[in-house]
Structure formats: C-alpha cells, structure tokens
C-alpha cells in the first residue's frame, strides 16, 4: 500500500481509505487459513489442521484408517501431515535381467495414473524376456555437492585453491565422521573468475544419498570457513554446479548417482511377432527422432525414460524430484549384420536406493518387496532393473509408433 500524500484530494484520500480497509480485511481473512505453528506429526496437530481444511474435501479420502494407524512412520518424510494419497499400482514383466548385480526374473511395480502406461512396459518387458533378456551394467557411481567461495579477485581466489588443495585429506576426514556409509571419493575444483567451486563427489552405499552428502560437505564447509587463511567474501553450501534435481549434460560424461549401460539383441522375426513391425523402421524412426531432439534442444535422446522412472520412484520410496536428471540418456537402435535389432540404453543420472528416504514406508517397502531389493546390498541391482525397465518402455514405445498404434492404444485403454 503506497503512503498517503496529504495533499492529495478528499476523492483520493478517501479510495486510499478504501483500499487500507480491504487490504486489512484481507489480511483477516488469509489469518482464519494459518495452520498450527508446530509442523509436527502429532495426533493433536493433525486434528487441528483438519479443522482449518475439515469443510473442503473428504476427511476419510486423505486420513482413512490405515493412515491414522501409520503416521508415526511417516514423521522424518513429511511435515504439515493431514494424510496419504492413493495411487494404483501396476505391475510391468516378467523383465529377465542378466546384469552384474540384478539377475533373473523381475516383477516391477510401477505407480501411475496414465493409462496405458504399464501396459506398454509390460509389453517390452515380456520381449526382452523372450529374447534372452537384457544385460545389465552399473558402470560408474557418485552423488556431488559443490560449495561456491567467492573472494576479492582471481589472485585470492588461486591463493585459496592453492591452501585447499591441500587440505584434502582434512576435508576426507570430515565427511567420513559424519556418515558409516558415504565416502568421499573425489574432489575437483572449478574456478569461474573470482569464485571457486569445490566439486565433492561421493559413494553413498545403498542409500539414494542426497542428505547424506549435504551433511557431510557442510561439515566440510564450515571447517572452510573458520580455518581458510584467506579473505572469503562469500560463500554457499552449494552453487548449483552438481546438478541436483535438474537436467544438465554434464553428467552424460560422468555420473550423478549410478550410471547404468544396458543392451540386449532382438531377433527380427521377434520384433515382427510381438512389435508388428520392422527392425529397418525401428531404426529409421530413432534416426528422425535424434534430429528432432536437437533441433528442440534436448539433453541426450530417449523417447520416454521419464514415464518408467516416475512412476517406478513413486512406487519405490524414491525421490520423485529426482526425475528431473534421471531422465537424461541415450538409446540407441541400430540393425546387425544378421538383420537383427540391437538395443541399448544409457542412464548416467539414477538416482535409486534401497534404504532411506521413502523406502521403509508401508506401501513403497512392499513394492521393493516385490522386486526383492528392499533393504541393504539392493541399490545397484535396482540400479539395473530400472536401465532394463526403460529400455523395455523404449523398445514398446518405438515398436507402437512404427506399427501405428500409439494413438490406438491409449485410446483404447484411457477410454474404456
């Protein structure tokens, strides 16, 4: 509200009156909608936040009795808890996995909304599994953080590389005091004028990883800042060079999470049985629609990749945030010398766990149940699974826009 200028005219002054009226009346109003200051998962909370909301919706829908039940379990997941949202639940396979830690036969849930979704992983899965199954290759791992520093010029900003390097094994020392899991694996620094970005770059076990590093590097970083013989004008816990939750390229050539290969080798008569097409048309369709990801400025090429990863991390007690840079990959489809169709897929940012975060609760355990992978020793295996689970969506997704049945398909099953 701007301030009066007394000596503006009473028609003025009295719309400014107006004004401060209806804004106080605002201000009454958006008072009645406050929830309780205490973001806690306590009965009395949740009840007091549900008489702010209790005329808006269906009580039960969000807090039914498996949800009043369970809330104690979902206390380091959530805050503001008023209830739990139900999603159907699907099942894609058998996917027959013949990867370095993910081997036989694969049962995978996937949480979803979309129609004809499962259907069509199911699909590619039932190929894959007909052709022999798919080889599967965790081939590279790390989560980063990377504090920024930023100091008077380049010259103070060489003098701190300079003093940090060699305090590696300092910094070592103190991410590992923090977690029994992570391990510091790598540092690199990357200088931008007169700022310097320290890349930290860790193993983070079985769990997803995302706190574990950012407690760890603040560790680091609050040593920095009371031991740094140099003048630090400023400085972050991270300055958005790792990539986090958002789609980048740099990890095309390196990694963020667990970068995943995975091939397999389709007989032709195998794709014109199953897929009602040709490997010839499989391929050309790839080549048209790699131009048409450049030409839109995508990162990596991959028809769907997003699709099998969102509604498997829901499912799983992923992140779903985290599909932001999973999703960055490549397929590729090319015709052997036998006439046959080889597949493959490139995942350099999955982000998977099978402890921490959502895994232990109720309804994500029991798909990782499912799977078998619950629990420690069962990251890199999901790490596989999930590379065949995409590779299979790839291979239908494909085989149903050559065959001209993508439209028909979700016409079919969304509309039934």
């Known amino acids: 509200m701007p301030k009066l200028n007394l000596s503006q005219s009473p028609a003025v002054r009295a719309k400014w009156e107006e004004n401060l009226k209806l804004d106080s009346q605002e201000k009454v109003t958006s008072s009645q909608q406050q929830l309780p200051n205490s973001a806690a998962l306590t009965p009395q909370c949740i009840e007091k936040r549900w008489q702010v909301i209790a005329e808006r919706t269906n009580k039960a829908a969000l807090l039914d009795t498996d949800s009043e039940k369970q809330q104690n379990l979902y206390s380091s997941n959530i805050e503001h808890f008023i209830g739990t949202v139900k999603l159907p639940v699907g099942l894609a396979g058998p996917l027959l996995v013949n990867g370095a830690h993910a081997k036989g036969e694969y049962l995978v849930p996937l ?3 979309e129609a004809a979704l499962v259907a069509s992983y199911s699909r590619g899965a039932k190929l894959i599994t007909e052709a022999g199954g798919v080889t599967a290759l965790v081939i590279n791992e790390g989560v980063t953080r990377t504090p920024v520093f930023e100091f008077a010029n380049v010259t103070k900003a060489g003098e701190f ?4 390097v060699t305090e590696y094994e300092q910094f070592k020392q103190l991410a590992h005091s923090t977690t029994r899991y992570g391990k510091l ?3 690199n620094i990357n200088v931008e004028g007169n700022r310097v970005y320290l890349v930290f770059e860790y193993l983070t076990g079985d769990a997803s990883g995302q706190n574990m590093v950012t407690f760890a590097t603040n560790t680091i970083y609050q040593y920095i800042i009371q031991s740094c013989p140099v003048d630090i004008h400023s400085c972050y816990l991270d300055g958005n060079l790792s990539g986090d939750k958002k789609p980048n390229s740099h990890t095309m050539r390196s990694v963020r999470g667990k970068k995943v290969v995975a091939d397999i080798t389709i007989p032709a008569a195998l794709i ?4 009602h097409t040709q490997v010839a048309k499989m391929v050309e369709f790839g080549q048209m629609t790699t131009t048409g990801s450049l ?4 990162i990596g090429v991959n028809a769907h990749y997003a699709n099998a990863l969102a509604a498997l991390y829901i499912a799983c007690g992923q992140d779903p945030a985290c599909v932001a840079e999973s999703s960055i990959g490549i397929t590729r489809m090319e ?3 036998q006439g046959d169709l080889y597949a493959s897929v490139t995942l350099p940012n999955l982000m998977v766990g099978t402890v921490g975060g959502g895994t232990h609760l109720p309804s994500q355990k029991a798909c990782l149940d499912i799977l078998g992978l619950y629990g420690s020793g069962n990251a890199r295996a999901l790490a596989e699974v999930t590379a065949g689970l995409c ?3 790839e291979l239908s997704i494909v085989g ?3 065959a001209g049945h993508f439209s028909r398909a979700h016409q079919r099953l969304a509309r039934r």
């Open 111 to 113: 949480a979803t909304t």
């Open 161 to 164: 590389v300079a003093w940090a």
């Open 185 to 187: 694996k790598d540092i």
């Open 272 to 275: 014109e049985k199953r897929l």
């Open 295 to 298: 030409l839109s400025g995508g």
């Open 335 to 337: 015709q052997n010398a």
């Open 391 to 393: 590779l299979a969506g």
């Open 400 to 402: 149903a826009f050559c």
